[in-house]
């Protein structure tokens, strides 16, 4: 399984704003099966959940947590309409296996 390793003082992709209580992630490859990140949608879950965590500890319950779905994209092994679908497809997964999953916490993850 694929699990995020760098620690949060590695993270250099992370902006973090103390001012606004707001922990966002520029650079993910959560969604499952798009490029070398998740494969299945339960590493996308358990990614996700770390993100959420990362965020209590450097901000508190409180704060914001931004992720931002950026996949690669591999001109060489598909087109632009093949990953755009891919993509949308991968994205409706998750969200669906967020929506009804039986963790209230995996629910809140598209709102927190």
């Given at each position: 399984m694929h699990t995020m390793t760098m620690s949060i003082k590695t993270m250099t992709k992370t902006i973090k704003n103390k001012a606004n209580n707001i922990f966002v992630d520029f650079h993910t490859h959560i969604l499952p099966g798009i490029d070398d990140g998740a494969k299945t949608v339960e590493e996308s879950i358990a990614m996700l959940l770390e993100e959420r965590r990362q965020a209590?500890?450097?901000?508190?319950?409180?704060?914001?947590?931004?992720?931002?779905?950026?996949?690669?994209?591999?001109?060489?092994?598909?087109?632009?309409?093949?990953?755009?679908?891919?993509?949308?497809t991968a994205f409706a997964e998750l969200r669906?296996?967020?929506?009804?999953?039986?963790d209230p916490k995996v629910n809140n993850l598209l709102y927190s």
């Open positions: 209590d500890e450097l901000f508190g319950k409180s704060a914001r947590c931004v992720v931002v779905l950026t996949p690669h994209f591999k001109s060489y092994n598909q087109t632009v309409e093949e990953f755009l679908e891919n993509r949308a669906h296996a967020i929506e009804v999953h039986e």
